[in-house]
């Protein structure tokens, strides 16, 4: 599947009167604002670092759930803060740059899942949190890559299921709770980038090492991992492993957290099938310290969402949330 580029944002070439300390200059604003900063594990290590809270998608969700903040800066891309909005309508949700979305969540249009939807009346919706709002609200249940499988296992058995929309976590889902999922065709240009040839010739090198792996990898590449799990999920893992090097196949970013919680370890990020840095998120990596110091200063860009379309994609999250 070919999915073009995020578009670079304009703001990143405009000569700028910032201050010299951004990270200063950040946490003065959040104290002004009563502002909470969630970041996703993939974003860059600067912007981990002024996060009150890193996390997971399902994390993420939880932490927006239990915030007391007037206004959360979301450094994470286009659908967790239109999650963190769901979840919080009356809060000034921002998001520092508006073109940070996922190829994921593009594979599934709304309209063409609304026909997929109707051509399989009997099926309930199961839909990965990667996805928009419009997606949510066609949804019977969201889940995340941490607690896909345990949602698909508390379904009775003789209910036919549509999950979307991505095919290789579904793939997974599949053969760990043994049941036939309906499958969206979509995909992670990220997570379907790293190189299954290049994955046996590093542990070729490194045969100490254990492989860990994000469940949106493809089959064949995932069939070499030791572990697979969330981003919150490998984090654990190489902390309680007694090994002291890991193969990361997902998106860098996570390493920051995990040389910061396993110092002594070492984490070696997987190939991808060209020699360019394709194993970072390109969407994740659009905000930066500068974008995040300018929405918060000028209050935008925002998350706004349809009252209705947020009400009826809020059903399906609150069911997640119970059922986790
Ligand atoms: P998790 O946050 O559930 O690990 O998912 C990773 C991801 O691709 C987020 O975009
Ligand atoms: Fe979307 Fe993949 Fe980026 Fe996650 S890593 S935000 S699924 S494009």
Sequence with gaps: MFLAAPKQSQTSDRPL???????????????????????????????????????????????AVNCQADVIVFLGVHFMAETAKILNPDKLVLLPDLDAGCSLADSCPPDRFAAFKAAHPDHLVISYINCSAEIKALSDIICTSANAVAIVNQIPADQPIIFAPDRNLGRYVMEKSG??????????????????????????????????????????????????????????????????????????????????????????????????????????????????????????????????????????????????
Excluded at 37 to 57: E, F, K
């Design 17 to 63: 009167d910032l201050p010299l300390d951004l990270f200063q200059a950040i946490a003065d604003l959040k104290k002004e604002m009563n502002a909470v900063i969630l970041a996703h594990y993939y974003q860059d290590p600067d912007l981990q670092d002024i996060a009150d809270y890193i996390g997971d998608s399902l994390g993420l969700s939880q932490a």
């Design 179 to 324: 049941r036939d999922l309906l499958l969206w065709d979509g995909a992670c240009i990220v997570h379907e980038i790293f190189s299954e040839r290049k994955l046996i010739d590093l542990k070729l090198i490194h045969p100490q090492a254990e492989i860990i792996a994000h469940p949106e990898c493809e089959a064949n590449v995932l069939r070499h991992a030791d572990f697979i799990g969330s981003t919150t999920g490998l984090l654990k893992y190489v902390q309680k492993s007694d090994r002291q090097e890991f193969i990361v196949v997902t998106e860098s970013g996570v390493i920051h957290q995990m040389q910061k919680a396993a110092p002594h370890k070492k984490f070696i990020p997987a190939p991808p099938t060209s020699n360019c840095a394709c194993n970072e998120c390109p969407y994740m990596r659009l905000n930066t310290l500068e974008k995040v110091y300018l929405a918060m200063k000028n209050r935008t860009p925002e998350i706004i969402l349809n009252e209705s379309i947020r009400q009826a994609a809020l059903k399906p999250m609150q069911r997640m949330l119970a059922m986790s």
